[in-house]
């Protein structure tokens, strides 16, 4: 059975800190993907990124970055120098990597900047 | 920017009543999926479809059925609706490439208060 444990409900900061969301998962797959998604305010599940499992290379995207490591099962989420826009609502999930793309998401983390 | 819709965003309706949830994609997308969202909360699967007359139901027992005539349609209704079927409906969609999986696109989403 997979699972994906997003231990932080709620995080709250101040504009232009830095804030990592944290991601674990369990899966007996060899083969899998991760995703972050952002679901802001209005409702939409906003895809943010893709890794297979594979890939253990960090990726950076403007002020987004993410890294993954196969050894503790994580799949961390940096947003540097926070901004109030990026308040809402960040899921990770998984997917198979074998029978098609079903996604297991987490519980959401509930990430309020405040300015 | 994906091209996926759902009508209506916002319905308000009373028990007993018959509705159906619209999602389209003009992706031309194999596989579609719907999910059932209380606020702030986890995303559980209640449906999904691999393709035209293929339905499959998801990990969250639902009442609600679907159809999949069409490829870039994918209904769901509800015979009956009751109080318990209050929250967020979001419609998604992805690609079906054998053994990749690939991240889905969701809709804005349907909020349904049953009253």
């Known amino acids: 059975a997979q699972k994906v444990t997003q231990a932080q409900t709620e995080i709250s900061v101040v504009e232009k800190e830095d804030v990592t969301l944290d991601c674990v998962y369990e899966t007996r797959d060899t083969t899998y993907y991760l995703f972050w998604y952002k679901q802001p305010p209005s409702g939409e599940l906003v895809f943010l990124i893709r890794r297979n499992s594979f890939d253990e290379q960090n990726e950076i995207s403007g002020r987004y970055s993410w890294n993954f490591q196969k050894s503790t099962s994580s799949f961390n989420f940096t947003i540097t120098a926070s901004q109030v826009v990026d308040s809402a609502v960040y899921f990770c999930a998984l997917s198979k990597g074998t029978s098609g793309s079903r996604l297991t998401f987490g519980e959401g983390t509930q990430l309020t900047v405040n300015p | 920017e994906a091209d996926i819709y759902q009508t209506p965003r916002y319905l308000v309706i009373g028990t007993g009543k018959k509705i159906t949830l619209e999602c389209s994609q003009t992706?031309?997308?194999?596989?579609m999926y719907w999910y059932q969202q209380d606020p702030g909360m986890e995303l559980h699967l209640i449906h999904y479809s691999y393709g035209v007359n293929s339905t499959e139901k998801g990990d969250l027992s639902s009442e609600s059925t679907v159809s999949r005539i069409r490829t870039e349609h994918f209904p769901l209704t509800l015979e009956s609706a009751r109080p318990s079927h209050t929250s967020q409906y979001l419609c998604a969609s992805s690609e079906y490439a054998g053994t990749r999986s690939y991240e889905q696109y969701f809709g804005p989403g349907t909020r349904l208060t049953v009253t």
């Open positions: 992706m031309g997308h194999d596989k």
